[in-house]
T-cell receptor
C-alpha cells in the first residue's frame, strides 16, 4: 500500500535561514503523482506543487524548490531565505489510482514549520 | 484551479446533534471528496461524493454517520450525525478538476463538539 513519511514533526528556524522538509514515499505503482500542500494557521490547504513520477527534474518557484529522486523515493522541499509568513504545516502527498480514473491522495503526517523573526 | 467555498466556516455543536456542511465550486469538476483532519493530525479521506449515486466510503466511515449528497456537478454536502466530542475536527472538501490531475481544497469547516 502507498505510504508517505514525513519524519520531521516540527522544525523551528530563524528568519532568512534555509530549511528543507523531507518526504519519503512508498508505492508499487510505476505512474504516480507527488504533491506538497501548505496549511497555514487559518486551516485551508494550499496547493504548492505536483510532480509526475516520470519527471525527475528539480523545480524552483521563487524561494521554493523541490528535489525529486526516484532512486531514494524522496521528494524534498526547500525554502530559501525563510520568512515568518512561511510558518505553517506542510503536507507531502502521494496519488493512488482510484475510481472513475481519478486519484486518491495519501498524506504524510505533516511537518510544522515555525519561522521566528 | 477553482474557487471552492464551504459553509459554515466553523461551528460549535452539542453532543447528539447533527451538522450539515456545504461545499460549492465555481466550475464543473469530475470528483468531489470529503476529508477529516482531527486536531494535530493529518488528513483522512472520508468518502468520494458521486454525482447521481451513493457516495463511496473509506474503511472506518459509514453512511449512517456521514451521509453525503451530490445533487449536481458543483455542489455537495456532508452531514456529521449524532455528534460526539471525538467528531471535533476540520472537515475539508476537495475537487478534481476536468483535465487536471490535482486536488484543490476548500477552506475547511472547523467543528467543535461539546
Amino acid at each position: 500500500a502507498q505510504k508517505v513519511t514525513q519524519a520531521q514533526t516540527e522544525i523551528s528556524v530563524v528568519e532568512k535561514e534555509d530549511v528543507t522538509l523531507d518526504c519519503v514515499y512508498e508505492t508499487r505503482d510505476t505512474t504516480y503523482y507527488l504533491f506538497w500542500y501548505k496549511q497555514p494557521p487559518s486551516g485551508e490547504l494550499v496547493f504548492l506543487i505536483r510532480r509526475n513520477s516520470f519527471d525527475e527534474q528539480n523545480e524552483i518557484s521563487g524561494r521554493y524548490s523541490w528535489n525529486f529522486q526516484k532512486s531514494t523515493s524522496s521528494f524534498n522541499f526547500t525554502i530559501t531565505a525563510s520568512q515568518v509568513v512561511d510558518s505553517a504545516v506542510y503536507f507531502c502527498a502521494l496519488s493512488e489510482p482510484y475510481q472513475g480514473g481519478s486519484e486518491k491522495l495519501v498524506f504524510g503526517k505533516g511537518t510544522k514549520l515555525t519561522v521566528n523573526p | 484551479s477553482a474557487v471552492i467555498s464551504q459553509k459554515p466556516s466553523r461551528d460549535i455543536c452539542q453532543r447528539g446533534t447533527s451538522l450539515t456542511i456545504q461545499c460549492q465550486v465555481d466550475s464543473q469538476v469530475t470528483m468531489m471528496f470529503w476529508y477529516r483532519q482531527q486536531p494535530g493530525q493529518s488528513l483522512t479521506l472520508i468518502a468520494t461524493a458521486n454525482q447521481g449515486s451513493e457516495a463511496t466510503y473509506e474503511s472506518g466511515f459509514v453512511i449512517d454517520k456521514f451521509p453525503i449528497s451530490r445533487p449536481n456537478l458543483t455542489f455537495s454536502t456532508l452531514t456529521v450525525s449524532n455528534m460526539s466530542p471525538e467528531d471535533s475536527s476540520i472537515y475539508l472538501c476537495s475537487v478534481d478538476m476536468v483535465g487536471d490531475d490535482t486536488q484543490y481544497f476548500g477552506p475547511g469547516t472547523r467543528l467543535t463538539v461539546l
